[in-house]
């Protein structure tokens, strides 16, 4: 999901709110929503990449903050909120939280390695004109640019520290998912 605010989007109004619940509600009667539903949202079915399903298992899990399996409006409502209307800042510890797969409140070579990967490869499922790129140069290079005490691990701080300051880093980093405008496709088709 992209950190940043682009002029292009589109301000979401109570509304609009009051739509994507209709459409929760509608979608997930049980109130609670799965990871296949997660994924059949946003188009992942068994002709996507595997790179875009596991892409999709991170997104999920960081949004089922208690952890339960499923993903309850409350939570819903939170990842509306930080995908819309969400400060940098916010963004940018989610993303951590998306790249933490241990969730042990630092970052490797792995996660980092992992979660490039996956992005590259959407990005370049998406738009196939991307050029290909060494995900280990890319990886050497975050972790040069971010991990300031070198002890091969990232910290939140560290991590948020990095993006912020660096505008090639904010891109190998951001989520892009085009969930903003999903959201707003999605209430568009909502009676």
């Not at 990886?139 to 991990?147: A, K, Q, T």
């Amino acid at each position: 999901m992209g950190q940043g605010q682009s002029g292009t989007e589109k301000e979401v109004t109570l509304q609009n709110i009051q739509q994507l619940y209709r459409k929760f509600a509608r979608e997930c009667p049980s109130g609670n929503l799965h990871l296949h539903e997660f994924k059949k949202i946003f188009g992942v079915n068994s002709r996507s990449s595997e790179e875009e399903s596991a892409y999709m298992d991170n997104l999920f899990r960081s949004f089922d903050t208690n952890k339960d399996g499923h993903i309850d409006f409350l939570e819903y409502v939170t990842a509306v909120h930080l995908v819309l209307r969400g400060k940098l800042e916010d963004k940018l510890k989610w993303s951590f939280k998306v790249y933490d797969r241990d969730g042990n409140g630092c970052l490797d070579r792995q996660e980092v390695r992992h979660i490039v990967k996956i992005i590259h490869k959407i990005k370049k499922h998406n738009n196939p004109s991307v050029t290909d790129t060494n995900v280990e140069d890319v990886c050497d290079r975050i972790f040069e640019l971010v991990d300031k005490n070198r002890d091969s691990r990232i910290s939140l701080e560290e991590f948020i520290e990095g993006a912020e300051k660096d505008p090639w880093l904010m891109d190998q980093l951001k989520l892009d998912i085009g969930p903003c405008d999903w959201f707003m496709e999605q209430q568009e088709k909502t009676p």
